[in-house]
């Protein structure tokens, strides 16, 4: 279970030290289009824009459940590999949209991707917590609203984490 490797996965960090290599760039207009977007879908959505570290955080629940999530949400999301995973977009995201494009040529941009990984949105005390995976690279995609993308994670996912992130795609 994901939640039980919490501790294991993850390389001890000190206190406020970021979670992957981030760098200082410059901001760029695409920005300002990708937040006013984002505005409208929310946090909620599943991605947060962190301008600061100019990074998409994707937040996956991997085991969706119709009480917890809309038929427009349930994304196909999984492990390919441990060092592969397979996300959905929004969809409201098309390849040729600021974030889109910003998805498919972060590193020509300078931005980041950091995957952060839970199987279900809640367990026994509430709201379950994410894993951080790290950050990952696009490798490929397909797809208009949403855009499948293939992510290659910079570190491999525990044993135990791919495991039960690999079986959702069954």
């Given amino acids: 279970?994901?939640?039980?490797?919490?501790?294991?996965?993850?390389?001890?960090?000190?206190?406020?030290?970021?979670?992957?290599?981030?760098?200082?760039?410059?901001?760029?207009?695409?920005?300002?289009?990708h937040e006013r977007e984002q505005e409208a879908h929310g946090h909620a959505a599943g991605v947060v824009w962190a301008d600061a570290v100019r990074t998409d955080a994707l937040f996956v629940n991997l085991r969706k459940t119709e009480k917890?999530?809309?038929?427009?949400?349930?994304?196909?999301?999984?492990?390919?590999?441990?060092?592969?995973?397979?996300?959905?977009?929004?969809?409201?995201?098309s390849q040729d949209s600021p974030t889109g494009r910003?998805?498919?040529?972060?590193?020509e941009r300078g931005t980041h991707v950091a995957l952060f990984l839970r199987e279900t949105k809640n367990d026994d005390i509430g709201s379950a917590p994410y894993l951080c995976l790290g950050l990952a690279d696009h490798?490929?995609?397909?797809?208009?609203?949403?855009?499948s993308i293939v992510w290659r994670?910079?570190?491999?996912?525990?044993?135990?984490?791919?495991?039960?992130?690999?079986?959702?795609?069954?």
Avoid at 71 to 86: C, G, I, K, N, V
Avoid at 102 to 107: A, E, G, N, Q, V
Wanted: aromatic content about 8%; proline content about 8%.
């Fill in 1 to 33: 279970m994901i939640r039980n490797r919490l501790g294991e996965a993850l390389e001890p960090r000190e206190p406020g030290e970021q979670c992957g290599d981030h760098r200082e760039q410059p901001e760029r207009r695409e920005d300002d289009e």
């Fill in 68 to 93: 917890d999530f809309s038929p427009t949400t349930m994304y196909r999301d999984y492990a390919q590999s441990p060092e592969l995973f397979h996300w959905e977009s929004q969809n409201a995201t």
């Fill in 102 to 107: 910003r998805y498919l040529s972060h590193r």
């Fill in 139 to 147: 490798l490929s995609h397909s797809g208009d609203r949403p855009v």
């Fill in 153 to 170: 994670l910079r570190r491999e996912m525990p044993g135990e984490v791919f495991l039960a992130a690999s079986v959702v795609a069954g």
